[in-house]
Nanobody
Framework: QLQLVESGGGLVQSGGSLRLSCEAS????????VGWFRQTPGKERTIVAA????????LYASAVKGRFSIFKDNAKKVVYLQMDSLKAEDTAVYYC??????????????????WGQGTQVTVSS
């Protein structure tokens, strides 16, 4: 059974950077599409970035395009989310999700069947 653990969250000033990690255990990530999502209180979980199972194709939400980068290392079973030029509106709990998929990437949260516990990112203005 695939298990995911996020790490790397914390408090950072506006304009700063953080790198989140999503580490997998119990199964390979090789055949999984992986996505990073974020959620604030009372709001739905929304896509931030997603990567194809091969690691080649990537999707970014318009709010983070040009500032965030997603990298999938199948050998290490880790997916990273590099977040630069952080803004106060990036404050949220960030979750990684995984789903077996041979397609380019998966955007919809309801299609993911494995989730981590989340990591808090707080950006002070």
């Amino acid at each position: 059974q695939l298990q995911l653990v996020e790490s790397g969250g914390g408090l950072v000033q506006s304009g700063g950077s953080l790198r989140l990690s999503c580490e997998a255990s119990g199964d390979t990530l090789e055949y999984h599409s992986v996505g990073w999502f974020r959620q604030t209180p009372g709001k739905e979980r929304t896509i931030v970035a997603a990567v194809q199972w091969t690691g080649d194709n990537r999707l970014y939400a318009s709010a983070v395009k040009g500032r965030f980068s997603i990298f999938k290392d199948n050998a290490k079973k880790v997916v990273y989310l590099q977040m630069d030029s952080l803004k106060a509106e990036d404050t949220a709990v960030y979750y990684c999700g995984a789903v077996r998929s041979w397609g380019p990437f998966v955007e919809d949260a309801y299609k993911y069947d494995h989730w981590g516990q989340g990591t808090q990112v707080t950006v002070s203005s």
